[in-house]
């Protein structure tokens, strides 16, 4: 980002010339906008056609901006099914989920870092060896157990299987290691408990780490979608992804693009809002451990 | 690297807590004044005195702590593992309150079926085309990003966004692009006189189009991760190769590539534990799994979908462990061996 294009060029000891400009923008500019592209031009078509009439669709001769943009689409896909009732559920799961697994990690985190326990490596091994036991293998076990729980249809039930949490927990961890000891001491001296300093000390000096863990938690919580699949039929518990389904299946949903589109946009854009004004820490969050650690 | 920084940080740990300044400070109000004042690393006769007031209260804070977490990662996370097994030795329909017996039936019932060869093969093209595809489209942006170029910072995030986005509405999006009346596709298609296939309806092609939506994706993830392996590359080693006549080419294959070798395993491994669940976008896009069904999907259908066959569905998902657990194994076994790591 700090370089402008001549000093692309200079900055390796080559002369400007048409020939290095070419270069640049062949093997940098070109593939770079390409992928940008690629990316999203399908988002934005999402969007536009979202606001076109049904007419602008059903059609073999494409037009790219709407010719009267509305939002009869999005007031469509909400009369076919409970748009709103879905929204707000997500937003219920989503944030109740992700506090309780924040709270969670970070008092996990802190007591494998800062508390005395004699079998503290077994249990970050069994967190760890979590990290690699895939979700998707444990829904059925987890279905009979809240299905006999009365879980089905509830926001509990949703909420609950996936509220362990061993990546929040490993990267706080990871975070907390790293904090200078000097500053914990002087809490010491103060005769400050495990209570204090953990919410007068570490969590105040983590914000950023919390952050990571919170943004990462609450996309995935979002997003999720097995899980709250089959442990929801009723219209007024699911979550938009699942209802997004059910609005593809219902009468009025198949090929009723300009609807899908609208309801597409519904489920994207929080996450999209939330990526673009926080997109350093998500994509830390995300590929964390892929090289330093 | 990933997982050597797990090692390394486990290995931390002990030396961590042992000369927490704070625990010793606490443990040294209840010593005489004149020991206090000693200097406090390691001191073996504070180690001694496991057990003491301080000590069993600390442990009593741990399990305070960690009890609520962990309590529920053995609940819903390693349980389910356990009842796996157990189902999948079941007859049993989903919902009813009896079932048989029928010990290894299910297993037997899916290898010899054709079924079996199918979902296998399904899963080894999806799994083997999407990790592919995007570690090697991933590389390519990875090495546009790496040069200066004005924009690239925002590049980097648009790249990325789809690996955010919920699967769900993505699928929907490409959907529509796919239609082959109304997809964009099928109007670029008529535009050189062709006419769009029937992606979903064509198993062959509806198994191409989960994979092309799966990699674009994914493959941000691959991209930014990959640049963080390139950006750790020294560029006097580059420099110096570049005044010994060695072309971008050999640079590339004789520097760079060995040197990302860390950063290719830790996208094998990723990569290959999600696109092996991957269900989102194939659950969205091709509901009946006709020519889509892997593994985990068909776990899916045949428990959920219209069969409730809950005992052999747990059976696909024991396979479907299996395959991971080898997977992981192999890997940590022989591919970490070839690894450089600088």
Same mark, same amino acid.
């Given at each position: 980002?700090?370089?402008?294009?001549?000093?692309?060029?200079?900055?390796?000891?080559?002369?400007?010339?048409?020939?290095?400009?070419?270069?640049?923008?062949?093997?940098?500019?070109?593939?770079?906008?390409?992928?940008?592209?690629?990316?999203?031009?399908?988002?934005?078509?999402?969007?536009?056609?979202?606001?076109?009439?049904?007419?602008?669709?059903?059609?073999?001769?494409?037009?790219?901006?709407?010719?009267?943009?509305?939002?009869?689409?999005?007031?469509?896909?909400?009369?076919?099914?409970?748009?709103?009732?879905?929204?707000?559920?997500?937003?219920?799961?989503?944030?109740?989920?992700?506090?309780?697994?924040?709270?969670?990690?970070?008092?996990?985190?802190?007591?494998?870092?800062?508390?005395?326990?004699?079998?503290?490596?077994?249990?970050?091994?069994?967190?760890?060896?979590?990290?690699?036991?895939?979700?998707?293998?444990?829904?059925?076990?987890?279905?009979?157990?809240?299905?006999?729980?009365?879980?089905?249809?509830?926001?509990?039930?949703?909420?609950?299987?996936?509220?362990?949490?061993?990546?929040?927990?490993?990267?706080?961890?990871?975070?907390?290691?790293?904090?200078?000891?000097?500053?914990?001491?002087?809490?010491?001296?103060?005769?400050?408990?495990?209570?204090?300093?953990?919410?007068?000390?570490?969590?105040?000096?983590?914000?950023?780490?919390?952050?990571?863990?919170?943004?990462?938690?609450?996309?995935?919580?979002?997003?999720?979608?097995?899980?709250?699949?089959?442990?929801?039929?009723?219209?007024?518990?699911?979550?938009?992804? /699942?209802?997004?389904?059910?609005?593809?299946?219902?009468?009025?949903?198949?090929?009723?693009?300009?609807?899908? #589109?609208?309801?597409?946009?519904?489920?994207?854009?929080?996450?999209?809002?939330?990526?673009?004004?926080?997109?350093?820490?998500?994509?830390?969050?995300?590929?964390?451990?892929?090289?330093?650690? | 690297?990933?997982?050597?920084?797990?090692?390394?940080?486990?290995?931390?740990?002990?030396?961590?807590?042992?000369?927490?300044?704070?625990?010793?400070?606490?443990?040294?109000?209840?010593?005489?004044?004149?020991?206090?004042?000693?200097?406090?690393?390691?001191?073996?006769?504070?180690?001694?005195? !496991?057990?003491?007031?301080?000590? !069993?209260?600390?442990?009593? /804070?741990?399990?305070?702590?960690?009890?609520?977490?962990?309590?529920?990662?053995?609940?819903?996370?390693?349980?389910?593992?356990?009842?796996?097994?157990?189902?999948?030795?079941?007859?049993?329909?989903?919902?009813?309150?009896?079932?048989?017996?029928?010990?290894?039936?299910?297993?037997?019932?899916?290898?010899?079926?054709?079924?079996?060869?199918?979902?296998?093969?399904?899963?080894?093209?999806?799994?083997?085309?999407?990790?592919?595809?995007?570690?090697?489209?991933?590389?390519?942006?990875?090495?546009?990003?790496?040069?200066?170029?004005?924009?690239?910072?925002?590049?980097?995030?648009?790249?990325?966004?789809?690996? /955010?986005?919920?699967?769900?509405?993505?699928?929907?999006?490409?959907?529509?692009?796919?239609?082959?009346?109304?997809?964009?596709?099928?109007?670029?298609?008529?535009?050189?006189?062709?006419?769009?296939?029937?992606?979903?309806?064509?198993?062959?092609?509806?198994?191409?189009?989960?994979?092309?939506?799966?990699?674009?994706?994914?493959?941000?993830?691959?991209?930014?991760?990959?640049?963080?392996?390139?950006?750790?590359?020294?560029?006097?080693?580059?420099?110096?190769?570049?005044?010994?006549?060695?072309?971008?080419?050999?640079?590339?294959?004789?520097?760079?590539?060995?040197?990302?070798?860390?950063?290719?395993?830790?996208?094998?491994?990723?990569?290959?534990?999600?696109?092996?669940?991957?269900?989102?976008?194939?659950?969205? #896009?091709?509901?009946?799994?006709?020519?889509?069904?892997?593994?985990?999907?068909?776990?899916?259908?045949?428990?959920?979908?219209?069969?409730?066959?809950?005992?052999?569905?747990?059976?696909?998902?024991?396979?479907?462990?299996?395959?991971?657990?080898? #997977?992981?194994?192999?890997?940590?076994?022989?591919?970490?061996?070839? /690894?450089?790591?600088?």
């Amino acid at each position: 980002m700090s370089g402008t294009l001549t000093n692309s060029s200079t900055g390796r000891g080559r002369p400007l010339s048409w020939q290095n400009l070419g270069r640049t923008v062949a093997g940098g500019y070109l593939p770079l906008a390409m992928a940008t592209l690629v990316v999203f031009l399908p988002l934005l078509w999402m969007l536009l056609s979202s606001l076109k009439a049904p007419g602008e669709i059903v059609t073999t001769d494409l037009a790219l901006w709407p010719r009267n943009p509305s939002l009869q689409n999005y007031a469509d896909a909400a009369s076919t099914v409970p748009f709103a009732r879905f929204f707000l559920n997500s937003v219920i799961v989503t944030v109740v989920g992700s506090t309780i697994k924040c709270i969670l990690a970070i008092f996990t985190a802190y007591a494998l870092v800062f508390v005395r326990f004699p079998f503290k490596r077994v249990i970050f091994l069994l967190i760890l060896v979590a990290l690699m036991v895939p979700p998707q293998v444990s829904v059925l076990p987890n279905y009979v157990l809240i299905a006999g729980m009365g879980g089905l249809n509830t926001y509990w039930g949703i909420i609950l299987p996936g509220l362990g949490t061993a990546f929040g927990t490993f990267l706080l961890r990871q975070h907390f290691l790293t904090l200078p000891q000097a500053i914990l001491e002087s809490a010491e001296i103060d005769g400050a408990g495990h209570w204090r300093k953990l919410w007068k000390i570490v969590v105040p000096v983590s914000i950023p780490s919390i952050a990571t863990v919170a943004l990462v938690t609450i996309v995935s919580e979002w997003n999720e979608y097995i899980w709250p699949l089959i442990v929801t039929d009723h219209p007024d518990m699911m979550t938009l992804p /699942v209802g997004l389904t059910q609005l593809v299946n219902s009468d009025g949903g198949t090929q009723n693009w300009g609807m899908l #589109m609208a309801g597409a946009v519904i489920v994207l854009l929080p996450i999209l809002i939330i990526f673009a004004a926080l997109q350093r820490y998500i994509v830390s969050g995300l590929t964390q451990g892929s090289v330093t650690g | 690297m990933g997982r050597s920084d797990i090692g390394a940080a486990t290995q931390r740990t002990p030396t961590t807590t042992r000369s927490n300044p704070a625990r010793l400070a606490t443990a040294d109000a209840v010593l005489p004044p004149g020991e206090a004042a000693l200097p406090r690393p390691s001191r073996p006769r504070l180690e001694a005195r !496991r057990w003491n007031k301080r000590t !069993r209260r600390d442990a009593l /804070v741990f399990v305070a702590f960690a009890a609520p977490n962990v309590l529920l990662i053995l609940l819903f996370t390693y349980r389910p593992l356990i009842t796996n097994i157990y189902y999948s030795t079941l007859d049993w329909t989903l919902g009813a309150a009896s079932a048989t017996s029928v010990g290894l039936g299910n297993y037997v019932e899916f290898f010899d079926s054709p079924d079996a060869s199918a979902v296998l093969g399904v899963t080894a093209i999806f799994t083997v085309t999407t990790v592919g595809g995007a570690m090697a489209l991933g590389l390519l942006v990875a090495l546009t990003l790496n040069q200066r170029l004005k924009g690239r910072t925002f590049a980097r995030a648009v790249v990325f966004a789809p690996y /955010v986005l919920s699967g769900v509405g993505v699928g929907l999006v490409w959907l529509f692009i796919f239609d082959p009346t109304y997809g964009v596709l099928s109007w670029m298609l008529r535009g050189i006189g062709q006419l769009s296939p029937q992606w979903v309806n064509d198993p062959k092609l509806a198994l191409v189009m989960v994979i092309l939506v799966y990699v674009w994706k994914n493959l941000g993830y691959c991209a930014v991760v990959y640049l963080a392996g390139l950006q750790s590359v020294p560029p006097q080693l580059l420099e110096a190769a570049s005044l010994d006549g060695a072309s971008s080419a050999r640079r590339f294959v004789s520097i760079v590539v060995p040197l990302l070798s860390p950063t290719t395993f830790f996208l094998l491994i990723t990569t290959l534990l999600s696109s092996l669940q991957a269900f989102d976008i194939i659950r969205i #896009m091709t509901p009946s799994g006709n020519g889509t069904s892997t593994l985990i999907f068909d776990s899916y259908l045949q428990a959920f979908g219209s069969y409730n066959r809950a005992g052999y569905s747990a059976a696909i998902s024991v396979v479907l462990f299996l395959a991971l657990l080898i #997977m992981t194994a192999v890997q940590l076994r022989f591919v970490e061996r070839k /690894v450089h790591y600088s």
